[in-house]
């Protein structure tokens, strides 16, 4: 390398320092010091020795360069071992046995079995610093050809300044680490939420006696909200609405597993739901003891589990802390919560005992099912879209799918800009 004019040692570090913090990558650091050091003094030859992962007395020479810009070792820098061969012995093996202290020698002696004998001919002085990074101290050695070059070098100087290199170097591999780290965490979050969303039917299903709309919204890449429905056979017909507590990847999971848990419950038994009242309930409470055995820790789920009969048009449901769904009544008009056969979230205790109820629907009565997020949506204020608001909303009627619209476009107008903070999840039923 050569020389360059002269420049003002303040100077010279002062674009050190500054030309750290804009580089991209721990071998730009690495070239920056060097490149700070060949400004200070006459050309220099640098190699980088690492001593960690190797056998007593070894080392690897991950970049030796010669003064004259040959690369005698490939660049792996920093410190980058890769398929790097051990060496031992010789200038660098007496560096390496050497205890970690930073040096300067005026006399160097090459001896002819050296392994790097041939790149070393011309140099008699060096100077070498440990760099310590993770703990583990690697070597950095300044080649010379004359030997006075580092006459008066404070070795302390050169130490604090290497070292603040290598605290450089091993911030930004610690960065480029969590990097790395956070692409494949978003890379199985991607793939929970794909598998998430498998579990939602992919369209609303076709139930005899009833017309469907609903619409699952997660806040997040995956989400706690669950929907789903069974054709038990040509008169009994299960459906689930379900949210996990918590949001995003863990959330998912317990999703997952209700359903998965739900799916198990015997559908010859669940498909007798309609004489005595009961099954449902039944159904409430084996989801509720398997899940409190997967131990959920402190996720729970609340749930509403229905049954129903196209040829009496008979409702039998149970409700897990779950928001009492609305009823829209043909023939009043009115809106009204069915609060009735309500118990505790499920996977919280496992003796806990759940009722069900059975009501028959008209025609033209209209069930909103929904979760939390939609009725606690909060506006810039903090005021909450409310059951109220629900309530009015769903009052004209119309279609499932012209409700469901017109629920989530009030919502949406209620709280932007605020985002969401929770899912959101819909479901129409319109008895025909």
Not at 31 to 41: E, G, Q, V, W
Request: glycine share 8%.
């Amino acid at each position: 390398m050569s020389s360059t004019p002269d420049t003002s040692r303040l100077e010279v570090f002062e674009q050190l320092v500054r030309g750290m913090h804009a580089a991209k990558s721990p071998g730009e650091v690495l070239d920056l010091y060097f490149a700070a050091m060949a400004h200070t003094y006459p050309p220099l030859g640098y190699a980088e020795l690492v001593l960690d992962g190797t056998a007593p007395g070894q080392y690897f020479l991950t970049r030796f360069r010669r003064h004259d810009d040959v690369e005698v070792v490939p660049n792996r820098s920093p410190f980058l071992v890769g398929d790097c061969v051990p060496s031992q012995g010789g200038l660098f093996g007496r560096l390496a046995a050497s205890l970690h202290r930073a040096r300067v020698d005026t006399n160097l002696r090459v001896s002819a079995d050296d392994p790097f004998a041939a790149a070393l001919i011309g140099y008699t002085a060096m100077a070498a610093v440990p760099i310590y990074t993770a703990g583990q101290p690697e070597w950095v050695a300044l080649l010379a050809e004359k030997a006075d070059v580092f006459d008066g070098l404070p070795l302390e100087d050169l130490l604090l300044r290497s070292n603040l290199v290598g605290a450089v170097i091993e911030s930004m591999a610690t960065t480029q680490r969590l990097v790395e780290v956070q692409h494949q965490i978003q890379s199985e979050i991607d793939r929970i939420a794909k598998i998430q969303r498998a579990l939602l039917p992919s369209a609303a299903p076709d139930i005899a006696g009833l017309e469907v709309a609903f619409k699952v919204s997660s806040y997040d890449r995956a989400g706690g909200d669950l929907v789903d429905f069974e054709r038990l056979h040509d008169d009994a017909f299960g459906l689930i609405v379900a949210d996990a507590s918590g949001h995003g990847i863990s959330a998912a999971v317990v999703a997952a597993m209700l359903s998965a848990i739900i799916s198990a419950y015997p559908s010859t038994s669940v498909a007798n739901f309609q004489s005595p009242v009961g099954e449902i309930a039944r159904v409430m409470t084996f989801a509720n003891v398997h899940l409190c055995e997967k131990r959920i820790e402190d996720n729970f789920v609340t749930a509403f589990i229905a049954g129903w009969r196209p040829s009496v048009r008979s409702l039998e449901y149970s409700r897990a802390g779950h928001p009492p769904p609305m009823l829209l009544s043909a023939r009043s008009g009115e809106v009204t919560e069915i609060k009735d056969a309500a118990g505790v979230p499920i996977g919280i205790f496992p003796d806990s005992q759940y009722t069900s109820n059975r009501i028959t629907l008209d025609p033209g009565d209209i069930l909103l099912i929904y979760t939390d997020g939609i009725a606690e949506a909060a506006n810039p204020t903090g005021e909450q879209f409310g059951e109220s608001r629900l309530a009015e909303t769903l009052r004209p009627g119309g279609t499932p799918a012209e409700i469901l619209e017109r629920i989530e476009s009030a919502v949406n107008t209620f709280t932007t800009p605020t985002p969401p903070g929770d899912d959101r999840t819909l479901l129409v039923l319109k008895v025909l």
